[in-house]
């Protein structure tokens, strides 16, 4: 017998349109994201917009000229901006302003772009040296400082040393009238390189350390390098012996000893007259030391040589060893073949290599795209800095901002799908385990109870990607709340930033002592205006939780002070109290008083509220205007006053409000003929204070009368 059939309808209750609907708001969302991160990439869609269009053109190659011109245009404003960088600390560094440093910065770029130093900053610094060591000044002519630098950089080149030490060295020439100029002084050294008297790498040394004593000599720098010369050839060791040998001997010329008096003697000479001469300096000097040089090496006897020596040179004679008798004053300079221009000389030679001549073309190419982007793309740049730091940073944040809510939104809206559709097929399947269980309960109820049980298992299923899913979509509503939040707070540092500029430049104009009355009022008037507003927004950006922790922290700060002024007024009732101890006390209390005063006006600030004047209501009788000690303009010194705005009065002294139509005046306190009330809290006690209380609640009560009339 055939089994009864039986129809089984199903009916699904799941959003069957959920996932569509969902699929449209994600794409809404992706649209909305895409208008966010446009706007931050704005100028890069223009640039990359332009450039395809280029390409659809089939202008391929032009296009791809353009990449290259602008990756030669990006790369050089880098160093447009260095440069720019290394010219303005050159000006700082050498105290120029205005024309002399755009002078310095225009003679740098043409060294550099002539071939001087390995880069700029090596140029600037050059410069720089040579100014410390006053080579060069700002009265020198453009000549003049590119001749000095040049001959710096070619120095330098040449020998390795390093540009400070080689124009300290010229500088202590120049200082002792050793040579007339600094390219002079550039080409003795240069020579003094190129013949081998600097093989120890001391020349510069030597003349920084033994100037003085060549020029007591009589020497100028040329003589003392032939002298050099002229000892080493002889078998000297190095500069520096050669030199110590006649510093030793310009020492012990003059020192009046019986060894020295011997050693002339031994040459024939008189030792009072050799004193005297070389004691005159200059050409006196120079001729008794050539004097003493022929001396010694007209001596035949070697022994009676060797002790003249050592009586007039001391042990450096026996460092010298045979050398002295290459030592000839007469000759010396011309041992040394051509000086003068020695260093031009060099600087062509290492100018005139194929690299050389490559590098100074191509620093010169560069140099033009450099000091175009100078001239024309840096000002630009700095004007978007400035926008940049101030605006341009809300925007920019606003819109970053935007970005991560789109992004946030598309995965709620996501999220919102699959758990429509997770929920419609969990339940979609559930129901068809159920009805697939009605239809063999009959016939296979185990198999039956097993589908139940998986029908079971795909509603918790369900349930649970449901939950899942909405503590995410919960998380990220948070989320989005915190960027809602954040938003709002950079708007109004937008506003912050804004208002205090305004007021700031306003400020500013309001120092122009030209301004006519009724623009000076107006400007009055919007900083009052913007300061308002600022105060109010400052209130609104404030994070409550830190203003609470202040509060609480003052608070404590206040009570250990209340705790501390009763314990020094309790002290200050012991009788046995001397009149120093309590003085000092008082003055204790007193400082504690203030402290507390200061810690309360610090609470009253964070609560949004001011410190009031005592004047108004102990005086005056009335309470204060808000704010009024912060927002309102004074005339402690009196001037006019414009309709429909509020000045405060008395914050010097009483004063008095004369109203005149539409305008007004007021009257200072040392126009009445008054006395200017100041209250001081002091802590004292006894009978004086009842006294003073007593004094100042009539004076007081005499003021208020005066004012009251004056009113009316």
Known sequence: MASPSRTVKVKFDGDANGLKRSSKQAEDSLDKFNKAASKMDGFGKKASDALGKGMKGGALAVGAAGVALGALVVSNVGKALEQGAIKAKLAAQLGATGPDAARLGKLAGKLYVDGYGESMDETASMIKTSFENGL???KSTDAEIQKVVGSVSTYTTLTGEDATAA???????????????AEAAFDILTRGQQLGINKAEDLLDTFNEYGTQFRKLGL???DSLGLMNQLIRGGARDSDVAADAIKEFSIRAIDGSKTTAAGFKALGLDAGKMAAEIGKGG???RTAFGDILDGLNQITDPVKRNQAGVALFGTQWEDLGGAIKNADLDTAAASLGQVAGATDKANAALSATPAAKLQKTMRTLQ??????IGKYIVPQLDKFASWFNGPGKFILTGWAIDAADAILAFADTTLRGLESVTGGLAKYGAVAALAAAGTVALTNPTLAASLVQRANDLKNLGSSAETGIGKAREQIAGLRGELAKTKTKVKVEADIADLETKISTAKTKLQDKTLTAPVR????????SWQQNLAKAKRGVEDPALVKQRIAKLTADKTSLDTKIRQAKSALGDSKLTATKKAKLQAEIGQLLAAKQQAQSAIDSLRGKTVTLTFFQKV???????DIGVRL???????????????????????????????GNITPNSALGGTTIIENHIEIGGEVVRVVRSEIKQDQRNLKRTVSAGVR
């Open 283 to 285: 050409p006196a000097a």
């Open 167 to 181: 124009t300290r060295a010229v500088s202590q020439m120049l200082r002792n009238n050793l040579a007339p100029n």
């Open 136 to 138: 060069v000044s700002l």
């Open 620 to 626: 005056i009788g009335q309470k204060p205007p808000q």
């Open 220 to 222: 100028d720098a040329t």
């Open 367 to 372: 140099q033009v795209f450099v000091d175009a």
């Open 633 to 663: 303009p004074g005339r402690a010194s009196g001037g006019p006053v414009v309709a429909g705005r509020q000045y405060l009065v008395g914050e010097r002294g009483p004063e008095i409000l004369t109203m005149g139509g539409a305008s």
């Open 521 to 528: 009022a107006k400007l009055e008037a919007n900083i009052y």
